[in-house]
T-cell receptor
Framework: EPEVTQTPSHQVTQMGQEVILRCVPI?????FYWYRQILGQKVEFLVS????????KSEIFDDQFSVERPDGSNFTLKIRSTKLEDSAMYFC???????????????FGAGSRLTVL | SQKIEQNSEALNIQEGKTATLTCNYT??????LQWYRQDPGRGPVFLLL?????KEKRKERLKVTFDTTLKQSLFHITASQPADSATYLC????????????FGGGTRLMVKP
């Protein structure tokens, strides 16, 4: 069964450092997402990406965050200067069709755990 | 904005019994409501979707109901097994925001043998 793969599975970084989390969405999917989950809290939407541009972003997704699809397969989330409160699981997800179809069922990756010290 | 409430307390049941989890939402009724399963340290996995014009949806031992009057969905697992132990997340589509998914906090289910 096709799956979304994420790397690294766990990254430890010092506050203020840049971090790049990588994702390989399912190959024929068109929409890509990043969500995060702080330990013990809800899964929260960060950003959606379609046709090489951001389609929606949440308040969490401030200037410190950016996303990129540098080639035909990878989808990355960059945090420019990490803060302690960025420590969380970051999930990449993808969707095969246009969300305007309404259902928007997502396939999630296993996540990248980011620990900021 | 839409609020989604799930019972944050863990639900403990005996193997073989039916587990019933609740999802309540405020404001508008979504066109679609989804249920996901999340295991510790893993990403959510899609289970079932129900449309606003559907009262009930079934998939094997799973059943979801959707009551737009009560603004509530119930998620049932019949003949529960220890392998069903996980956190179950309710999710709604936000139609005017790129159809992004908004998740509830989840309910942790523990099925004891």
């Amino acid at each position: 069964e096709p799956e979304v793969t994420q790397t690294p599975s766990h990254q430890v970084t010092q506050m203020g450092q840049e971090v790049i989390l990588r994702c390989v969405p399912i190959s024929n999917h068109l929409y890509f997402y990043w969500y995060r989950q702080i330990l013990g809290q809800k899964v929260e939407f960060l950003v959606s990406f379609y046709n090489n541009e951001i389609s929606e972003k949440s308040e969490i997704f401030d200037d410190q965050f950016s996303v990129e699809r540098p080639d035909g397969s990878n989808f990355t989330l960059k945090i420019r200067s990490t803060k302690l409160e960025d420590s969380a699981m970051y999930f990449c997800a993808s969707n095969p069709g246009l969300p305007s179809s309404g259902a928007n069922v997502l396939t999630f990756g296993a996540g990248s755990r980011l620990t900021v010290l | 904005s839409q609020k989604i409430e799930q019972n944050s307390e863990a639900l403990n049941i005996q193997e073989g019994k039916t587990a019933t989890l609740t999802c309540n939402y405020t404001n508008y009724s979504p066109a679609y409501l989804q249920w996901y399963r999340q295991d510790p340290g893993r990403g959510p996995v899609f289970l079932l979707l129900i449309r606003e014009n559907e009262k009930e949806k079934r998939k094997e031992r799973l059943k979801v109901t959707f009551d737009t009057t009560l603004k509530q969905s119930l998620f049932h697992i019949t003949a529960s097994q220890p392998a069903d132990s996980a956190t179950y997340l309710c999710a709604l589509v936000t139609p005017n925001a790129g159809n992004m998914l908004t998740f509830g906090g989840g309910t942790r289910l523990m099925v004891k043998p």
